[in-house]
């Protein structure tokens, strides 16, 4: 798998993950309907089904997926939520994503 490749589909599975808990946020914080359940279940059932396509050990997988996950977050943060990420939350961000490099790219002996 390239790293392209890696990094897009953990992007789309970071952005299953924060939709399947979003919407409920929405109907519990914000008086949402309470048929957004219905699509953050089946959005939490994609997230977990993405995770599953990457062909390493799953604790690898989860354990890098938590960098990209730090920046969908931050990009949804900034264009959800309206709120303009920090300085420093782009330097944590570059840190996430050079852990998850080193976790999913780092060569390995047998």
């Given amino acids: 798998m390239t790293v392209l490749h890696t990094f ?3 992007v789309v599975t970071a952005v299953a ?3 399947g808990c979003y919407l409920p946020y929405l109907w ?4 949402a309907s309470p048929w957004v359940l219905l699509p953050a279940a089946a959005s939490l059932a994609l997230f977990a089904w993405l995770l599953s396509l990457h062909p390493t050990a799953a604790g690898r ?5 938590g960098g990209v996950y730090v920046s969908v ?9 309206g709120v ?4 420093w939350d782009f330097v944590g961000v570059a840190v996430t994503l050079l852990g998850m490099s080193i976790i999913m790219f780092a060569p390995r002996g047998g």
Avoid: N, T
């Avoid at 977050?73 to 939520?81: G, N, P, S, T």
């Avoid at 303009?84 to 300085?87: F, L, S, T």
């Fill in 61 to 65: 997988v989860y354990a890098a997926y």
């Fill in 28 to 31: 519990l914080k914000k008086s």
């Fill in 8 to 10: 897009g589909l953990f």
């Fill in 17 to 19: 993950e924060i939709v």
């Fill in 84 to 87: 303009r990420p920090h300085v």
């Fill in 73 to 81: 977050a931050l990009v949804w943060l900034w264009l959800v939520d």
